[in-house]
């Protein structure tokens, strides 16, 4: 999708383009920030920036290079900000299309004017795309509205950094003020700041809210006031980055904060199937939880494609061509292609498939109707259903992964089928994230989604020794997952009743 400006990669030659990525959650990048960033040839980026943009598709020889490193003291960060300036226009100049990704909003409390100012003066050709301020992705998911009809008329963005040295902010001005006020950078100078505001005039039962990480998964919220925020914060130790916004509309806070309340707020949940087979996560993310993905399974072609490619040649021979996942639909469209074969192969030949997922994948890749998809999304269900039908002397095109369960053709064959069995992918073992696998093992997921016996395996080869940690559920997709699960030893902590309520299985899981 496009941003009305039109696509990014209009303008040939260098070109700078200075981004907000909003206050953290990666679903508040803006569809011209995106559209960006797909097209870059560099991408610098900030310590603030979730790792999740920074997997986004881009073109496979981008490269991202992190600019955010904090070093000590305030020369190092200036000659920090003088390489990155530096960088900027030497890769412009070299023709690329840069991205300067920036937390928030680059021209608030962003330094970004002193990089366009760079820019500028280096004749090269630049653009600046806003963000998200953190105060305003704050005000939405804490439910502090900055203004409101008798209580809030004005709102201030400021920060309380000079109170360090630098320029002090103008403390008996701010202290004037009867609307809200938001402290960026405010974390450690803030019983500082709240003195300066009785002192400067403000209430001392001024209700004030201190925001850690707001907008993500892990966002805090301490609330008080000005005369005793300072303790209540030092007592929840309340780290950077964090917001202090001060003002009346602060207690609107107590019927408005949903975003905390939502079903799921802050669980840590573990998915382990493959990543282009997730359509729950979404949904997860939705209710407030946090995802980590550790793929235990993946895909490639069939190695030897001899028969699938006979297979797909002869289709319309078939009276029914069976995908009995999205896969199989997908790796199966991918080698006609190859063959240049469209949907006219199909002839007469009828598609039966296992699951809505993969009715879904043979709409989208084929364009066909699908004949049969029993509600029973097993092997058993689509054999019953195929067998109500008239099996005697059908014949029957299996298009499967290499480890399919022998079920189904056996079911077929004795209902008097002739089947044809073939591969039209492989499994295979992916290498598992290091980092993510010992975050596994030590328990810091709530819960964890096994979505294939196989995947179980995988898990179980990939602990070794070490037990399924305690603490973090064990979701199921379904009784025959489950199965495999017991038999390695492990508790099943709720099991989905059909592959598509995985999701209110997890909920179930994490809320029962
Ligand atoms: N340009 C950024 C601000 C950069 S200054 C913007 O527009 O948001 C860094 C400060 O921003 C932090 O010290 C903190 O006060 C604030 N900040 C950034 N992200 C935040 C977040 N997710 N939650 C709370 N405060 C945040």
Request: hydrophobic share 40%; glycine share 10%; proline share 6%.
């Amino acid at each position: 999708m496009h941003s009305p400006l039109g696509p990014a990669s209009i303008s040939p030659g260098g070109h700078v383009a200075i981004v907000g990525a909003g206050p953290g959650d990666p679903g508040l990048l803006t569809l011209r920030g995106h559209d960006l960033l797909l097209h870059a040839d560099v991408v610098l980026y900030d310590r603030l920036i979730d790792t999740r943009l920074l997997d986004t598709p881009y073109k496979p020889a981008c490269r991202r290079v992190y600019v955010g490193k904090e070093l000590p003291g305030r020369a190092s960060r200036d000659a920090q900000q003088r390489h990155i300036n530096a960088t900027m226009v030497r890769e412009a100049r070299r023709g690329k299309r840069v991205v300067r990704l920036k937390g928030g909003d680059p021209l608030i409390f962003g330094r970004g004017g002193e990089e366009a100012a760079v820019l500028a003066a280096a004749g090269i050709d630049f653009e600046i795309v806003p963000g998200v301020t953190a105060a305003l992705g704050a005000a939405a998911t804490t439910g502090i509205p900055f203004t409101h009809r008798g209580v809030a008329q004005e709102v201030t963005f400021a920060t309380a950094h000079g109170a360090k040295g630098g320029t002090p902010p103008p403390w008996s001005a701010l202290g004037k003020l009867r609307g809200t006020i938001v402290f960026y950078m405010g974390t450690y100078t803030l019983p500082f700041a709240a003195k300066k505001l009785i002192a400067a005039g403000r209430r001392p039962s001024t209700p004030v809210a201190v925001v850690e990480r707001a907008t993500t998964t892990r966002q805090r919220v301490v609330t008080g006031t000005l005369a005793n925020i300072a303790a209540r914060a030092g007592a929840a130790a309340v780290r950077p980055p964090s917001l202090v916004i001060v003002g009346d509309a602060v207690d609107l806070r107590s019927s408005l904060d949903w975003f905390e309340k939502r079903l799921l707020f802050g669980k840590k949940i573990l998915v382990t199937r493959p990543a282009n087979e997730d359509p729950g996560s979404h949904r997860l993310e939705e209710l407030g939880a946090e995802v980590t993905r550790l793929p235990g399974l993946e895909f490639r072609p069939a190695r030897n494609s001899g028969a699938l490619d006979r297979a797909l040649r002869g289709l319309a021979r078939f009276d029914w061509v069976v995908f009995t996942s999205p896969r199989g639909a997908e790796f199966a469209h991918r080698r006609m292609e190859k063959l240049g074969l469209d949907a006219r192969a199909f002839g007469s030949a009828r598609v039966a498939v296992v699951g809505w997922m993969t009715r879904t994948m043979v709409d989208a890749y084929f364009e066909i109707r699908t004949d049969l998809v029993p509600d029973d999304e097993r092997a058993e269900g689509l054999a019953e259903a195929l067998r109500r039908r008239g099996l005697r002397g059908k014949r029957i095109l299996l298009l499967r992964a290499d480890q399919g369960r022998d079920v189904l053709p056996e079911l077929l064959s004795k209902a008097g089928a002739k089947v044809s069995d073939v591969v039209a992918y492989e499994h295979t073992e992916p290498k598992p994230d290091r980092a993510i696998l010992a975050r596994f093992a030590s328990g810091e997921f709530d819960a964890a989604l096994v979505t294939s016996g196989e995947i179980a395996s995988t898990l179980k080869r990939w602990l070794g020794r070490r037990p399924w940690p305690e603490r973090t559920k064990l979701v199921t997709i379904g009784p025959v997952t489950s199965g495999a699960v017991r038999e390695i030893g492990w508790p099943v902590g709720r099991e989905a009743t059909e592959p598509r309520k995985l999701v209110e299985a997890t909920i179930e899981a994490l809320t029962k």
